[in-house]
C-alpha cells in the first residue's frame, strides 16, 4: 500500500517550505502475491428447448380441431371429419311451416319515439320503410347465411309498434318446403330493426 511522507509546517519557514514539498517522496512497499484462484469446471447445463417458450402454430390448432371427429349426430351442418356441409334435405317431404320472430329497438331519449309516432323523422316513415326493409331481408336469407337453404317463402308479415321508448319488431314467414322459415323470420326482424336505427339516429341516441 503507497505511504507518502509528511511533514510538519510548524517546523519549516515558507522559503524552505517549498523546497520539503518538491523533496516529498512517494514510497510502496512490495506487491503481495497474487492469490489466483484454482480453476473451476463449470457444470453442463443442456440446451434449452425453445419450442416449449412458443405459442402452438395456427396450422397445428387448425389441424387438430379440422379433423375432429363428430360425437354428436344432432350437429347435421357438420361432417364425420367436422367440416361444414349443406344439409340435404331432398328426402323432407313438403308441408306448411311457420316461423315468427320478435325483436326491438330501445331509445335512450324519448325523441325518437315521439318524432316516429307524429312521422316527423328528416328520412320519412320509419315505420313503412322498416316493413319493407324486413320483407326484403327475409327473402335475402340465404344470400347472408352460408348454409342456409334457398326457400320458396309464401308470406312475410313485419309489424312495427312504437311503445314506451322503443320500438317492437315482430316479423312472421310462412312457406311449403322441406325446412323451416325460421332463418328468414330472424333475418326479417334484423333488417327492420336496423332500418329502424338507420332512420332515427340523426333524431337521438337509440
Do not use: W
Not at 316479423?171 to 326479417?188: D, K, N, P, R
Amino acid at each position: 500500500m503507497p505511504i507518502l511522507s509528511t511533514y510538519s509546517p510548524s517546523t519549516v519557514n515558507p522559503t524552505s517550505q517549498l523546497r520539503t514539498l518538491t523533496s516529498l517522496t512517494l514510497h510502496s512497499r512490495p506487491p503481495s502475491p497474487i492469490k489466483r484462484p484454482k480453476s473451476l469446471t463449470a457444470p453442463s447445463i443442456p440446451p434449452l428447448d425453445h419450442s416449449s417458450l412458443l405459442p402452438p402454430s395456427p396450422t397445428a390448432k387448425l389441424r387438430s380441431s379440422s379433423y375432429t371427429t363428430r360425437s354428436d349426430a344432432n350437429l347435421t351442418h357438420l361432417t364425420p371429419s367436422g367440416t361444414a356441409q349443406m344439409v340435404s334435405i331432398a328426402s323432407k317431404p313438403a308441408s306448411h311451416r311457420v316461423a315468427t320472430a320478435v325483436g326491438r329497438v330501445t331509445f335512450s331519449s324519448p325523441d325518437p319515439a315521439r318524432l316516429i309516432r307524429t312521422n316527423q323523422m328528416k328520412k320519412g316513415d320509419v315505420l313503412a320503410v322498416a316493413r319493407v326493409a324486413g320483407i326484403m331481408a327475409a327473402k335475402r336469407t340465404s344470400e347472408v347465411v352460408p348454409l342456409c337453404h334457398p326457400v320458396g317463402i309464401s308470406r312475410v308479415g313485419v309489424e312495427l309498434v312504437v311503445e314506451k321508448g322503443h320500438v317492437r319488431i315482430q316479423a312472421t314467414v310462412e312457406c311449403v318446403g322441406s325446412t323451416g322459415v325460421e332463418m328468414e323470420a330472424l333475418m326479417a326482424v334484423n333488417g327492420a330493426a336496423l332500418t329502424v336505427y338507420d332512420m332515427c339516429k340523426a333524431g337521438g341516441r337509440v
